[in-house]
């Protein structure tokens, strides 16, 4: 089955950049969501189709998807983004649903 | 507005049945596809499998094939998530979440169930 390798954790300074990866075999071929989930609360979606953003969710939320690795980019990082963020796609053959290990976005 | 729903938090012991909810409003129930995710406590988001209201075509994830068993109603809009034997490993919150055609995302969740499964 398709296999998503997320960092296990990134951190950045509040106001700098910042780019959590999900690599996968082909992974451009593919769809790639995200979800910020923050505690005690359920996933929300922040991009879709690798890189259009939902409504509500700010300018700041980016994606791109090239070669064998997606990232979730986060402009201008504040306390209010940390959070754990899963990368996730469709197998294509049997409409499977696979989640990537999910990285927490520490703010220091 | 669209919204999922969720049965409230679950307490069994091990070996007991468990069958957990998810109603639907806001939006064309039957154009959607409803699917099933979990989380083991401190874990990541595991996906379950998926169902589509109109012919209750399910796909399962391998991991829980055979293990729990997705259904339907349309009457009530509501989709499930069941348990014939329940153990202390399935402890672990449910969440549903909605999508529409593949490779679309899941794009509005519920609030989450919690079952925890302890004698």
């Known amino acids: 089955s398709y296999v998503l390798t997320q960092p296990p954790s990134v951190s950045v300074v509040p106001g700098e950049t910042a780019r959590i990866t999900c690599g996968g075999n082909?992974?451009?071929?593919?769809?790639v969501h995200w979800y910020q989930q923050k505690p005690g609360q359920a996933p929300v979606l922040v991009i879709y189709y690798d890189s259009d953003r939902p409504s509500g969710i700010p300018e700041r939320f980016s994606g791109s998807n090239s070669g064998n690795t997606a990232t979730l980019t986060i402009n201008r990082v504040g306390a209010g983004d940390e959070a754990d963020y899963f990368c996730?796609?469709?197998?294509?053959?049997?409409?499977?649903?696979?989640f990537g290990g999910g990285t927490k976005l520490t703010v220091l | 507005e669209v919204q999922l729903v969720q049965s409230g938090a679950e307490v069994r012991e091990p070996g007991e049945s468990l069958k957990i909810s998810c109603k639907a409003s806001g939006y064309s129930f039957h154009t959607y596809w409803i699917g099933w995710v979990r989380q083991m406590p401190g874990k990541g988001l595991e996906w379950m499998g998926i169902?589509?209201?109109?012919?209750?075509?399910?796909r399962y994830s391998p991991s829980f094939q055979g293990q729990v068993t997705i259904s339907v109603d349309n009457f009530v809009k509501t989709a499930y998530l069941q348990w014939s034997s329940l153990k202390a490993s399935d402890t672990a919150m449910y969440y549903c979440?909605?999508?529409?055609?593949?490779?679309?995302?899941?794009?509005?969740w519920g609030q989450g169930t919690l079952v925890t499964v302890s004698s």
């Open positions: 996730q796609v469709w197998e294509s053959s049997s409409d499977r649903g696979v």
């Open positions: 979440a909605r999508r529409s055609t593949s490779p679309a995302p899941l794009d509005y």
């Open positions: 082909n992974i451009r071929s593919k769809s």
């Open positions: 169902i589509h209201p109109v012919d209750s075509d399910t």
